[in-house]
């Protein structure tokens, strides 16, 4: 017998995942599709898995320079297996977690590839199952350009860098978005020599230009070597990888790590049946995917304009809003202020960064940090904005001491 269900969701990533548990909220009867692992790239092979190698790397890194601070841990070291082990503990921990909420909630867990073949109907396992709706959240996949090819064994995508055995004693990372910042970060912190080759004239392109400059003064400090303005032509692997570059250089390291960004790749589209995620290519951010999810199936709208992000950067990266360069001149207050200022960041000895906040008219319409903190920090601002609170009225909120929070309120006073 052939059962209607009510949803059917191809990929159990955060949109799909999200869909899924939300639908049984509302006691609709779904059907979860996933191929590979529950929890998607998110939980697999993003978000969690480098932020968990991230969390070894920075307190590897504080040790080493910890005399400063009355400690001593010069003799520091690395045991780098025991760091993708707790890495995959972490990742499982969590996947077994998400796999009994699912389960929990009632909702029907198929292990396939899944092929929408219209707008009722899904195929899996030589099987069809019929929906009254069906939203596809596949995701997205590593993307590489000519000539950049992945070996998997030294020239690398994203994933596989998660499953290296060993450090690497130098790596090239090519592209400076996101990923490639959060890997030059974890690397240099473990004292692998880092160079990264970004094609646009600064560092982490999408980011407010002063931030862009933040992060590249701070990498300087790291001994991070830095090419911008400069094109990768090709790369190939000798006994060791050789980087060809449009200037006419050559850069060799052990490995390459290729982080040009994210593809989606080639499916049939049908009209009534909704895609949500990465594969939109809107915003590839989880909490972004995980929100489209709620918004179809609670109807809980959201500000598009308003999507936070966060870079792990050292120290964090995070913004919302308008950027400068995207204003004209004039037409907006700034203010800036320097962390040092907080005695917060003197007592962590994290003193490196800025909180900018943008104004018009009263209104906050851009803010931008690099500070220890600056991923929660951030949505303070954030809810300001999405509530039109102005910086008069956030002004009158009590903000505690010694906090890194202190900083947003002496910010808006310079505006
Ligand atoms: C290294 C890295 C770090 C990241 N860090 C962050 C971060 O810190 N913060 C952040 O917000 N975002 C981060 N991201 C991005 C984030 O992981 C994605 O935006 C998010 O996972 C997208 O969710 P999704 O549900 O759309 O797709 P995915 O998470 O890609 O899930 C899609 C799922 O669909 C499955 N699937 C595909 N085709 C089929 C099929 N035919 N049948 C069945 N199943 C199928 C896949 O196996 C996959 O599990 C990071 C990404 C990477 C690569």
Not at 55 to 61: F, G, H, P, V
Not at 176 to 198: H, K, L, M, N, P
Not at 382 to 391: D, E, G, P, R, S
Not at 394 to 410: M, Q, R
Request: glycine content about 8%; charged content about 25%.
């Amino acid at each position: 017998m052939n059962i209607k269900y009510d949803l059917g969701i191809v990929g159990g990533g955060p949109a799909g995942y999200t869909a899924a548990l939300h639908a049984r909220k509302r006691g609709l009867r779904v059907v979860l599709f996933e191929k590979e692992q529950l929890g998607g790239v998110c939980l697999n092979k993003g978000c969690i898995p480098t932020k968990t190698i991230l969390r070894s790397a920075e307190l590897y890194e504080q040790l080493l320079s910890s005399e400063n601070i009355g400690l001593s841990f010069s003799d520091a070291k690395v045991d780098f297996t025991k760091v993708i082990e707790r890495k995959n503990q972490v990742t499982s921990k969590l996947r077994k977690g998400l796999e009994l909420t699912l389960k929990n909630s009632g909702t029907i867990i198929i292990n396939a590839e899944a092929k929408v073949l219209d707008k009722n109907t899904i195929s899996a396992n030589g099987e069809t199952y019929t929906f009254e709706k069906i939203i596809v959240a596949t995701g997205s996949e590593p993307a590489t350009f000519k000539g950049m090819d992945f070996d998997h064994k030294n020239i690398l995508c994203s994933d596989d860098v998660l499953e290296l055995t060993g450090l690497p004693k130098s790596i090239v990372i090519v592209g400076s978005g996101a990923i490639g910042i959060e890997w030059a970060r974890i690397f240099s912190a473990f004292q692998v020599d880092v160079t990264i080759i970004e094609l646009a004239e600064n560092l982490l392109p999408v980011a407010d230009i002063e931030v862009s400059k933040r992060i590249e003064r701070n990498f300087k400090t790291k001994k991070i070597n830095i090419y911008k303005s400069v094109a990768v032509e090709s790369i190939d692997y000798n006994g060791i990888c050789n980087v060809h570059l449009n200037n006419g250089e050559t850069i060799q390291a052990e490995k390459v790590l290729v982080a040009v960004g994210r593809k989606v790749p080639e499916y049939k589209k049908f009209d009534d049946v909704t895609y949500i995620g990465d594969i939109c290519k809107e915003i590839q951010l989880a909490h972004f995917a995980s929100k489209q999810a709620i918004e179809v199936i609670d109807g809980i709208k959201f500000d598009k304009s308003l999507v936070p992000s966060v870079v792990y950067g050292e120290p964090e990266i995070a913004w919302v809003g308008k950027r400068e360069q995207d204003l004209e001149p004039e037409s907006y207050k700034k203010s800036m202020l320097l962390v040092s200022a907080l005695g917060k960041s003197h007592c962590d000895n994290s003193t490196d960064g800025f909180i900018k906040v943008l104004s018009k008219d009263n209104k906050i319409i851009g803010a931008h940090i690099v500070s220890k903190e600056a991923s929660a920090l951030i949505q303070q601002v954030l809810i300001a904005m999405q509530n039109n609170i102005t910086a008069d009225k956030l002004k009158e909120v009590c903000f505690a001491h010694p906090t890194y929070s202190e900083g947003i309120f002496e910010a808006l006073f310079g505006l």
